[in-house]
């Protein structure tokens, strides 16, 4: 069992940057592929981000502007998002599953764990 607790979401103006946490409990952190998705009002939620322990994954919307990185020992992975737009606006949500549980893990299904989401605005 893991719990995923997410912190640093607020409101920001256009071209800031914030940098989410994404905390998780348990003892086996390492084993674990973790994503960062994000959902915006009448919209379906999509992947930001993942990282596993090759190179991380980035959504095109926000490559060369987002970082994902992790710090096994601290159980915990960031998401730093840099030059931000209004259209980032949504709830962002981390997720995790053991890597030998899935191949696709862009895809929402993959996750089994999930954070409570955390709150960006992005004001013009």
């Known amino acids: 069992q893991v719990q995923l607790v997410e912190s640093g979401g607020g409101l920001v103006q256009a071209g800031g940057s914030l940098r989410l946490s994404c905390a998780a409990s348990g003892r086996t952190f390492d084993a674990y592929v973790v994503g960062w998705f994000r959902q915006a009002p009448g919209k379906e939620r999509e992947i930001v981000a993942y990282?596993?322990?090759?190179?991380?994954y980035y959504a095109d919307s926000v490559k060369g502007r987002f970082t994902i990185s992790r710090d096994n020992a601290k159980n915990t992975v960031w998401l730093q998002m840099n030059s931000l737009k209004p259209e980032d606006t949504a709830v962002y949500s981390c997720?995790?599953?053991?890597?030998?549980?899935?191949?696709?893990?862009?895809?929402?299904?993959?996750?089994?764990?999930w954070g409570q989401g955390t709150q960006v605005t992005v004001s013009s």
């Open positions: 997720a995790a599953n053991l890597a030998t549980r899935g191949t696709g893990w862009y895809r929402v299904r993959e996750y089994v764990y």
């Open positions: 990282i596993g322990s090759s190179t991380p």
